[in-house]
């Protein structure tokens, strides 16, 4: 059986190389996307991000990456922003200045209140709860490392929280089409795989 290509937001952020990795060894063919022509149409798209809010829509703009997005999930091609991948989902970021989003998912993006104890950046393995029965609240582990969470407006899109001191962080999103995760799948291991392959198999 011929393998399936999944498209990969290349816009200069973000560990390609991980996630391409994690891609390929659950059976899929990777195409890079750099330029808007580079896009295969009507193939699931994956959205990575490294780094500050403002500097990653910068680029997605600056490539004319943030239309093709926007009209690909319009159209129901599905979309998995990673990180601040899924951060960019959302209407606006208050990172360092507020920042307008692709605006995908109504929500927003704001700074993890930190304490004694839950320093910021939130960096290392949490134990997600789910709302997907595929996984065991109990014992999945995912790995994060950000300073900056989404609000949703609508609660009915959150699938997954960790509670991190006195905040309540949303770790995978989904509305129709669309999904997020805060996490990185492809450092997670078995549980990240797990995840991934979900998205990649739908």
């Known amino acids: 059986m011929k393998k399936k290509y999944i498209n990969i937001i290349d816009y200069g952020v973000g560990n390609i190389f991980s996630i391409s990795k994690s891609i390929e060894s659950l059976g899929y063919n990777c195409n890079f996307v750099k330029k808007p022509s580079d896009l295969l149409k009507n193939q699931k798209i ?55 989003g692709l605006g995908l998912i109504k929500g927003t993006v704001e700074k993890i209140k930190s304490d004694k104890i839950n320093k910021v950046p939130n960096t290392g393995w949490r134990q997600v709860n789910f709302n997907n029965k595929n996984f065991d609240n109990k014992k999945n582990y995912f790995y994060f490392v950000h300073s900056y969470k989404v609000r949703l407006k609508d609660k009915k899109n959150q699938t997954g929280f960790i509670k991190y001191g006195k905040n309540v962080i949303p770790t995978s999103i989904k509305k129709n089409n669309i999904y997020g995760c805060q996490f990185h799948p492809e450092k997670s291991g078995i549980d990240g795989m797990k995840f991934l392959k979900g998205f990649l198999d739908e």
């Open 46 to 100: 994956v959205l990575p991000g490294v780094g500050s809010f403002p500097e990653c829509k910068k680029l997605l703009k600056k490539k004319k990456l943030d239309k093709i997005i926007i009209d690909e999930t319009n159209k129901g091609t599905l979309l998995l922003g990673v990180c601040i991948g899924m951060q960019l989902l959302m209407d606006f970021s208050f990172e360092l200045k507020k920042t307008k």
